[in-house]
């Protein structure tokens, strides 16, 4: 069970609007740790969506984007279309164990 | 272009022991900390291991402490997983990447299949 709890699934229609949460449930993570955004297609490898909370890297739409707060983080997906459908991680840094964590992944299924 | 290629996997049976090579070409290997994450079939991201850019130091999940290695040889910008006492639930595709301050995986490779059964 990972300290970063995602919903395993979520879906929406074409041109809606969803969000897939990730919860902290350790201390070990605190409010000022980042939380980083993992996109990964059907059959590829994972490719980073967000870093450092709420930044993009170049060539992410505008579409994607995220928010942190104290113990949760989020992130957003408007204009849904239909190769957004992926699998969508959320990862930290625990600061005690000296352990990078991953979520347990969220499946965007677009309908 | 910067690109990240893993190679090593195969079937292996229980209790014994394989090495992940990751070959890094297009940017400065030396200058770039680097992990091991495994995804085991139709499973989430679980990492196992980091060393930082001039191996100084390394750190490992607890499920792998004591078995696996990470270590890297900079002249040839490669970095190695050594895995041994593996177990069937060790089985999942072994992707590298690569640690930027700030952006902990930044760059992924494409995965290599270790698949541990008898």
């Known amino acids: 069970q990972s300290v970063l709890t995602q919903p395993p699934s979520v879906s929406g229609a074409p041109g809606q609007q969803v969000t897939i949460a990730c919860n902290v449930t350790?201390?070990?993570?605190?409010?000022?740790?980042?939380v980083h955004w993992y996109q990964q297609l059907p059959g590829t490898a994972p490719n980073l969506l967000i870093y450092?909370?709420?930044h993009r890297p170049s060539g992410v739409p505008a579409r994607f984007s995220a928010s942190r707060s104290a113990t949760s983080a989020s992130l957003a997906i408007t204009g849904l279309q239909a190769d957004d459908e992926a699998d969508y991680y959320c990862?930290?840094?625990?600061?005690?164990?000296?352990?990078?964590?991953f979520g347990g992944g969220t499946k965007l299924t677009v309908l | 272009q910067v690109h990240l290629v893993e190679s090593g996997g195969k079937v292996v049976q229980p209790g014994g022991s394989l090495r992940l090579s990751c070959a890094a070409s297009?940017?400065?290997?030396?200058?770039?900390?680097m992990h091991w994450v495994r995804q085991a079939p139709g499973r989430g991201l679980e990492w196992v291991a980091f060393?930082?850019?001039?191996?100084?130091?390394?750190f490992y999940a607890d499920f792998v402490k004591g078995r696996f290695t990470v270590s890297r040889d900079n002249s040839k910008s490669t970095l190695f997983l050594q895995m041994d006492s593996l177990r069937p639930d060790d089985t999942a595709l072994f992707y590298c990447?690569?640690?930027?301050?700030?952006?902990?995986?930044?760059?992924w490779g494409q995965g290599t299949l270790v698949t541990v059964s008898s």
């Open positions: 350790t201390s070990n993570i605190g409010a000022t740790s980042d």
């Open positions: 990862q930290s840094y625990d600061s005690s164990l000296n352990a990078w964590v």
């Open positions: 990447a690569r640690y930027s301050s700030g952006y902990p995986f930044d760059l």
């Open positions: 060393i930082r850019d001039d191996g100084s130091k390394t």
């Open positions: 297009g940017f400065t290997f030396s200058t770039h900390g």
């Open positions: 450092r909370n709420t």
